[in-house]
């Protein structure tokens, strides 16, 4: 079975300028995830997808990131303007059902893509 | 609300020796825990997981990890360290709708 797929892998900008990060996760699963992973800390969730629809957004900062999954299979995450403090690994996970009150399911991350702003 | 505490941010083994990564958490509930294995430039790896079944939980790679409910603890251990196992782990804690809530993470260094 493939894996969460990310791209790109690497992206260096300067601070300001616009980026995007796209996830194709594993095939029939309805949950995805993003998550921002600063060095030197675990990976925080920034917004939560059941299908197309978005669960949890409550820590995204809205004023500069955005996120859509189209169709309910890939998503794309955007930054803009990007701050030097967005510097970080931003991974895309997906599971195969939210879970429920009482079990969790586990997710499946991609590689993660590594950005810098300058 | 649920959190995870990491007790060691570095622990240094030699290979052949049993390895100890500490992990406490807090859940306003019976929580479903996990830990996670990332080596450099890889994505996160799922080592083992506990959704409230049996309290000693085994994983791959020979590690495992046992719930202890009144002390708050998932420890994860493994009886023999290899090189392969240096990477960084994660303790995680769920929440009712599957949203994950991550310690800082433990370094570990396996000496030849």
């Known amino acids: 079975e493939a894996g969460v797929a990310q791209s790109p892998r690497y992206k260096i900008i300067e601070k300001r300028q616009s980026v995007a990060f796209w996830c194709n996760p594993i095939?029939?699963?309805?949950?995805l995830y993003w998550y921002q992973q600063i060095l030197g800390q675990g990976p925080k969730l920034l917004i939560q997808?059941?299908?197309?629809?978005?669960?949890?957004d409550s820590q995204l900062p809205k004023d500069r990131f955005s996120a859509e999954r189209l169709k309910g299979v890939d998503s794309t995450l955007k930054i803009q303007p990007a701050k030097l403090e967005d510097s970080a690994v931003y991974l895309c996970?997906?599971?195969?059902?939210?879970?429920?009150?009482?079990?969790?399911?586990?997710?499946?991350f991609g590689p993660g893509t590594r950005l810098t702003v300058t | 609300a649920q959190s995870v505490t990491q007790l060691d941010s570095h622990v240094s083994v030699s290979e052949g020796t049993p390895v100890l990564l500490r992990c406490n958490y807090s859940?306003?509930?019976?929580?479903?825990l996990f830990w996670y294995v990332q080596h450099p430039n890889k994505g996160l790896q799922l080592l083992l997981k506990?959704?409230?079944?049996?309290?000693l939980v085994k994983g791959i790679n020979g590690f495992e990890a046992e719930f202890k409910k009144s002390e708050t603890s998932f420890h994860l251990t493994k009886p023999s360290a290899h090189m392969s196992d240096a990477a960084e782990y994660f303790c995680?804690?769920?929440?009712?709708?599957?949203?994950?809530?991550f310690g800082t993470g433990t370094s570990l260094t396996v000496i030849p």
């Open positions: 506990y959704t409230s079944a049996a309290t």
């Open positions: 995680v804690v769920s929440s009712a709708g599957n949203q994950f809530y």
């Open positions: 997808f059941q299908n197309n629809g978005v669960v949890d």
């Open positions: 996970a997906s599971s195969l059902v939210p879970g429920g009150a009482f079990y969790s399911y586990e997710q499946y």
């Open positions: 859940s306003s509930y019976s929580p479903s």
């Open positions: 095939s029939g699963h309805a949950t």
